[in-house]
Antibody, heavy 120, light 110 residues
Framework: DVQVLESGGGLVQPGGSLRLSCAAS????????MSWVRQAPGKGLEWVST????????YYADSVQGRFSISRDISKNTLDLQMISLRAEDTAVYYC?????????????WGQGTLVTVSS | QSALTQPPSVSGSPGQSVTISCTGT?????????VSWYQQTPGTAPKLMIY???DRPSGVPDRFSGSKSGNTASLTISGLQAEDEADYYC??????????FGGGTKLTVL
């Protein structure tokens, strides 16, 4: 079965840094685009970042551009999100999501999420 | 990267049909057939219900259907069941190679 499992969330002070990780299993990790999507408490979904299936292209929402960095380790089947200069508005549950099979433009499997709280 | 526009809430009785709209622009919904719909119940991760406007992943009941006209996509749920009560989100890929979500619609089954 396809599984993605996030980790690394926690409480961090404004201006601080945090690194999230997503462990993937049950599929050929290197063949899929992978993304991060977040959800602030009581709010809707917000796309954060995507790494292409080739690993050669990265995409970011304007709200995180220059502060967040997405990467992967194919040998470990993990997707990371390095976050710096964190702000209160970055507080959210961060979901790791797999791109669609065959390059389809969708998010077809989601993890359970990891909570990031930015507060002093 | 403006959010897609969805109605905050819709409701229907068991057995009825409801339609949730999702309005974007010519830079997202209007440019591609890359619209998806997700179902989310409280405390759980989103679940893909529709992709590429109208395709259903395996395991999703055929009561769920999607369509698109111009810059507006729609999700229709027919034969409403109590278990369909959830939040529904649309999303679209954009011409800037980014993604945009709708604000979400809370479906209440009366």
């Amino acid at each position: 079965d396809v599984q993605v499992l996030e980790s690394g969330g926690g409480l961090v002070q404004p201006g601080g840094s945090l690194r999230l990780s997503c462990a993937a299993s049950g599929f050929t990790f290197s063949s899929y685009a992978m993304s991060w999507v977040r959800q602030a408490p009581g709010k809707g979904l917000e796309w954060v970042s995507t790494l292409s299936s080739s690993g050669g292209s990265t995409y970011y929402a304007d709200s995180v551009q220059g502060r967040f960095s997405i990467s992967r380790d194919i040998s470990k089947n993990t997707l990371d999100l390095q976050m710096i200069s964190l702000r209160a508005e970055d507080t959210a549950v961060y979901y790791c999501a797999r791109g669609g099979r065959g390059g389809r433009y969708t998010f077809d499997h989601w993890g359970q999420g990891t909570l990031v709280t930015v507060s002093s | 990267q403006s959010a897609l526009t969805q109605p905050p809430s819709v409701s229907g009785s068991p057995g009825q049909s409801v339609t949730i709209s999702c309005t974007g622009t010519s830079s997202d919904i209007g440019s591609y057939n890359r619209v998806s719909w997700y179902q989310q119940t409280p405390g759980t991760a989103p679940k893909l219900m529709i992709y590429e406007v109208s395709d259903r992943p395996s395991g999703v009941p055929d009561r769920f259907s999607g369509s698109k006209s111009g810059n507006t996509a729609s999700l229709t749920i027919s034969g409403l069941q109590a278990e369909d009560e959830a939040d529904y989100y649309c999303s679209s890929h954009t011409i800037s190679s980014t993604w945009v979500f709708g604000g979400g619609t809370k479906l209440t089954v009366l």
